[in-house]
C-alpha cells in the first residue's frame, strides 16, 4: 500500500501542470468548414441561388426576394425541350453582399455604380437553356446609388461571375419608372448582368492603391476588394508578389481596402482598413486571424 502513494502522487502533480498549461493556451481558430479556395466560401456566403420551376411552353413570371421581376414570354429557349424547366436567380443589392459573393463591378478598369447585380439562367435535366427570345426585367431603384438617372445595362459576356469586366450593352436601353420606382429592360442575355453607370470623377488626375498585407504566414487563398464609401460600388484588386494593387482610381472617393485569405491550415485571415483616395495609397494592413463566424460577421457590417 506505501509504495501505491508515490505513483498516485505523481499522478496528481501531472494533471495540475497539464491543466495550468492549457489554461494558458489559447488554440488558433478553425474554420466552421474547411474550404478547397475562396471561391466555394464566397458561394456558401454569398447572394443564395433562387430557383423556380416553370413551363416554358407558356409565358410566365418569377419575381425574387429582393424584388427582381422577370417575365418570359413562351417558348422563349432555344434548346427547350417537353416538360418543365428550372430558373436560378441570384440578387445582389449592396456592397457587402458584392464582397461576400466575390461579384464585383468595373468595366475596363473603371469603376461602376451599379443600382443591382443579378444573374439568370435557366436549365432543364441539367443542361443549361439559351434564351432566344427577349423578356422583360424589373428591377427596384436602390435608394443607396448616388445618381438616379442614366443607368445602362452591363453584362458578363464571358460568364466567368466573380471579377467580372462588365461589357455595355449599347442595343438595350434601360428606363427609369419613377411612379413604380423601377428600372426596366428587355433583353435576351443569359447569365450575369446590371443596370449600372460608369464613374466619372470630375478630377483629371487618378491615384492608386497598394497593400501589402502585414503578416508572417503564408496565405495560399485570398481574395482582394476595393469597397467604395460614397458610391454603390466594389472593384477588385490586383494580386502582385507579396502585395495587391490597383491603379487608375478616382481620386475624390473614400474606400476601404479588404483582403480576404486562408493559409494552407485552413485559418481564415482577414484585414480591413480605410483610406483616402485624394493621393496615392501605400498600406501595410495587418492580417488578423477570425473564425469563420466572426469573418462573416466583419463582412456584414461593410
Not at 441570384?90 to 457587402?96: A, L, V, Y
Not at 498585407?213 to 508578389?241: A, C, H, K, Q, R
Not at 474606400?255 to 480591413?272: D, Q
Request: aromatic share 10%; glycine share 4%.
Amino acid at each position: 500500500m506505501n509504495n501505491f502513494k508515490p505513483f498516485l502522487l505523481l499522478f496528481i502533480v501531472s494533471i495540475l501542470l497539464h491543466s495550468c498549461t492549457t489554461d494558458d493556451t489559447t488554440a488558433d481558430p478553425i474554420p466552421a468548414t474547411l474550404y478547397d479556395n475562396l471561391f466555394q466560401f464566397h458561394n456558401d456566403i454569398g447572394a443564395a441561388v433562387q430557383t423556380f420551376e416553370r413551363d416554358p411552353s407558356e409565358a410566365f413570371t418569377i419575381e425574387g426576394e429582393l424584388g427582381t421581376v422577370i417575365s418570359y414570354p413562351a417558348n422563349a429557349f432555344l434548346n427547350q425541350m417537353d416538360g418543365n424547366i428550372q430558373i436560378e436567380l441570384r440578387e445582389i443589392f449592396d456592397k457587402k453582399e458584392m464582397v461576400k459573393s466575390n461579384v464585383t463591378c468595373s468595366s475596363d478598369d473603371y469603376a461602376l455604380e451599379t443600382n443591382t447585380l443579378i444573374y439568370v439562367q435557366a436549365f432543364q435535366n441539367g443542361e443549361q437553356l439559351f434564351t432566344d427570345l427577349t423578356y422583360e426585367v424589373s428591377i427596384p431603384v436602390n435608394n443607396t446609388i448616388s445618381q438616379m438617372d442614366g443607368m445602362n445595362l452591363f453584362i458578363d459576356e464571358e460568364g466567368t461571375g466573380g471579377e467580372i469586366n462588365w461589357s455595355l450593352e449599347e442595343e438595350v436601353t434601360v428606363n427609369l419608372d419613377t411612379d413604380q420606382n423601377t428600372y426596366t429592360y428587355s433583353t435576351n442575355h443569359d447569365g450575369w448582368m446590371t443596370c449600372a453607370d460608369l464613374y466619372e470623377t470630375t478630377e483629371s488626375e487618378t491615384v492608386k492603391v497598394i497593400a501589402r498585407p502585414d503578416t508572417e504566414t503564408e496565405l495560399v487563398y485570398t481574395t482582394s476588394f476595393l469597397v467604395f464609401d460614397e458610391i454603390n460600388s466594389v472593384i477588385n484588386m490586383e494580386e502582385g508578389v507579396n502585395k495587391f494593387l490597383k491603379n487608375s482610381l478616382p481620386n475624390d472617393l473614400n474606400a476601404k481596402v479588404v483582403i480576404l485569405a486562408i493559409n494552407n491550415l485552413n485559418k481564415f485571415y482577414l484585414a480591413i482598413e480605410e483610406v483616402s483616395l485624394a493621393e496615392d495609397v501605400d498600406i501595410d494592413p495587418l492580417m488578423k486571424i477570425y473564425t469563420e463566424e466572426e469573418v462573416i460577421n466583419l463582412l456584414n457590417q461593410l
